[in-house]
T-cell receptor, first 114, second 117 residues
Framework: GESVGLHLPTLSVQEGDNSIINCAYSNSASDYFIWYKQESGKGPQFIIDIRSNMDKRQGQRVTVLLNKTVKHLSLQIAATQPGDSAVYFC?????????????FGSGTQLTVLP | DAGVIQSPRHEVTEMGQEVTLRCKPISGHNSLFWYRQTMMRGLELLIY????????DSGMPEDRFSAKMPNASFSTLKIQPSEPRDSAVYFC???????????????FGAGSRLTVL
């Protein structure tokens, strides 16, 4: 069936390097995507979102890229810091069924090495 | 705003007991969501409310699970009777949903970790 999935379950990067976390989605009709960060023992926290009519959106140290041709989403974190260590989830909003619910991917564990 | 407030943070109970999880959404938000998170299944939507009315409960596992939202500032998720397989972290989230775009940024609570022995 259709799903939101991540290419890599774990990612380790050196402090100061850039991180790229990838996400594949299968529903070409999805029109809204969000990245969440979840630190240990906490709930997911909103990082950045993007609508399907855009291909890039930038925030503070983070950039989300959307490639609708291959149904791929990525989160880029510049100058990764120890506080960025967390699980990162992408979520897609599917227009069918309950239009306002999000479907979350399985998550990628980002570990920042000193 | 204190954010989404959940209680209890941790609950350990024995199989067969009733469990009630509570949530106070962000004031002014019109939608509330209950999610369950496990290592095996990730984040699963159980039910969501819009203006205190349950809109989609297709994710509720079975009749042992029930959720209510008696007013805009309070919701409960009840499991009766509880089973070991219900052990998970349960998250409540709230959002302000606009009528047109349907886009929603959820604000999550810290979660309630449930262990059923």
């Amino acid at each position: 069936g259709e799903s939101v999935g991540l290419h890599l379950p774990t990612l380790s990067v050196q402090e100061g390097d850039n991180s790229i976390i990838n996400c594949a989605y299968s529903n070409s009709a999805s029109d809204y995507f969000i990245w969440y960060k979840q630190e240990s023992g906490k709930g997911p926290q909103f990082i950045i979102d993007i609508r399907s009519n855009m291909d890039k959106r930038q925030g503070q140290r983070v950039t989300v890229l959307l490639n609708k041709t291959v149904k791929h989403l990525s989160l880029q974190i510049a100058a990764t810091q120890p506080g960025d260590s967390a699980v990162y989830f992408c979520a897609e909003k599917r227009p069918v069924g309950s239009a306002r619910q999000l479907t979350f991917g399985s998550g990628t564990q980002l570990t920042v090495l000193p | 705003d204190a954010g989404v407030i959940q209680s209890p943070r941790h609950e350990v109970t024995e199989m067969g007991q009733e469990v009630t999880l509570r949530c106070k959404p962000i004031s002014g938000h019109n939608s509330l969501f209950w999610y369950r998170q496990t290592m095996m299944r990730g984040l699963e939507l159980l039910i969501y409310f819009n203006n205190n009315v349950p809109i989609d409960d297709s994710g509720m596992p079975e009749d042992r699970f029930s959720a209510k939202m008696p007013n805009a500032s309070f919701s409960t998720l009840k499991i009766q009777p509880s089973e070991p397989r219900d052990s998970a972290v349960y998250f409540c989230a709230s959002s302000w949903l606009t009528g047109g775009s349907g886009a929603n940024v959820l604000t999550f609570g810290a979660g309630s970790r449930l262990t059923v022995l």
